[in-house]
């Protein structure tokens, strides 16, 4: 891989029960770059993901990272009856870092998205756009080189989608980011080079650098 990659996945392919959902799939990300992933429903957007996440295997074809790898799913997955502050240090907690540690480390990347102030309250007692903050933080806190978003606004209002788009703009020179999305506003705002995939089964049907847009 070469030296300014973090991301190198060459002719990628998964099936589930014998239906191909992700078909040949190449591409690559460069370090400090953000990649919008998008296409239609179902197109396999999020498989691609979990398999450069590590949580499925491909059939076929080879993924290479560079780094950590963090990501965030489309549903935040906090635990309803825990703190906020409990929910982005529980991956610093199995991995048996000491409390003393692990909270500064959740107070730093609540600090960064901005929810320090929220974390005592349960995620039920906060807004949606609070909790996928969290849901951001608690993968910020293992300090990632590359950071995977799943739809990430989605059913978000419009002060909370605004207040995340510029919190991840701010993240951009810090991180490798792929997004995968069907609003073009953020891959606009967000995005280096944007993937459009074709229908189920996944293939690349255009690359595009965002400036040409």
Do not use: C
């Not at 993901?49 to 906090?78: F, H, K, T, W, Y």
Request: no cysteine; charged share 25%; proline share 6%.
């Amino acid at each position: 891989m070469e030296s300014d990659l973090m991301i190198a996945v060459k002719s990628l392919k998964k099936s589930f029960d014998n239906e191909p959902v992700v078909d040949e799939v190449s591409f690559s990300v460069r370090k400090g770059e953000t990649l919008a992933i998008v296409g239609p429903n179902g197109a396999g957007k999020t498989t691609i993901l979990r398999m450069i996440a590590g949580l499925i295997e491909p059939d076929q074809g080879v993924i290479e990272v560079r780094g950590r790898v963090s990501m965030v799913p489309q549903e935040n997955l906090l635990l309803p009856w825990r703190s906020l502050r409990y929910n982005i240090g529980l991956g610093l907690k199995f991995s048996g870092m000491p409390e003393k540690e692990r909270n500064f480390v959740v107070e730093e990347v609540a600090d960064i998205m901005g929810i320090k102030e929220y974390l005592e309250m349960n995620p039920w007692k906060v807004s949606g756009g609070t909790a996928r903050k969290a849901a951001i933080a608690r993968a910020l806190a293992i300090k990632p080189d590359v950071l995977l978003l799943d739809e990430p606004f989605t059913g978000l209002d419009i002060d909370s989608r605004k207040s995340l788009f510029l919190t991840l703009i701010k993240l951009k020179p810090r991180i490798t980011m792929i997004l995968v999305t069907h609003n073009m506003e953020e891959v606009n705002m967000l995005a280096n080079r944007v993937l459009i995939l074709t229908p189920r089964p996944a293939r690349v049907s255009r690359e595009i650098l965002v400036e040409s847009f």
